[in-house]
């Protein structure tokens, strides 16, 4: 068995009991909100969750390295009448990369009174110890090293054109 395989049934394993669906994609797997499953549509829709995020955990088994970018989506409308004024309004809203997500969704109450609760960031940090646990090193994400490159660049470009203009200014000054 390979072991992007095992990596996803062990985190599938892991989120059985929880609002989380893992998908296999090629090259890894996906975890987000199970919105298909009839049982946490109604649980999701009590706590008002509006978002949706999304690990895309990939796995380089020639390098033993793997890598999770989260994907947070939001959608929001709203219609209706205000006064004698119509009005509608929609916006949406994408953020990827390394997304931090505080949120904690109340499931219900235990028997014994202990309140049944989870945290999508405690799930991502699951998701990262299995990976640990089966060897695998934790790596940059795409849409982070993107980023970190964008970063470089800017600071490169802007070193450049200072150096250029105090080059200018001394043949002209």
């Known amino acids: 068995m390979h072991i992007t395989e095992r990596f996803a049934g062990l985190v599938e394993a892991e989120l059985a009991d929880k ?7 090629p090259g890894g797997f996906d975890v987000g909100f199970a919105l298909a499953d009839a049982r946490w549509v109604s649980i999701l829709a009590v706590n008002d969750v509006r978002d949706s995020i999304t690990y895309n955990v990939r796995v380089n088994e020639r390098t033993g390295k793997f890598s999770i970018n989260d994907t947070l989506r939001r959608i929001s409308w709203s219609a209706g009448v205000s006064g004698m004024v119509p009005r509608l309004g ?10 931090k997500y505080g949120r904690v969704i109340q499931l ?8 049944v609760a989870f945290s999508p960031e405690e799930e991502r940090a699951r998701i990262r110890a299995i ?14 090293l993107i980023g970190l490159w964008t970063a470089g660049g800017v600071v490169g470009l802007c070193i450049l054109g200072a150096a250029i203009a105090l080059i200018i200014q001394a043949f002209l000054g």
């Open 90 to 99: 929609f916006s949406m809203s994408y953020q990827s990369g390394r997304v």
């Open 131 to 144: 990976g640990q646990q089966l060897g695998l090193k934790p790596g940059l994400s795409r849409s982070v």
């Open 108 to 115: 219900g109450v235990a028997p014994g009174g202990f309140e």
């Open 19 to 25: 609002p989380f669906s893992v998908v296999r994609v």
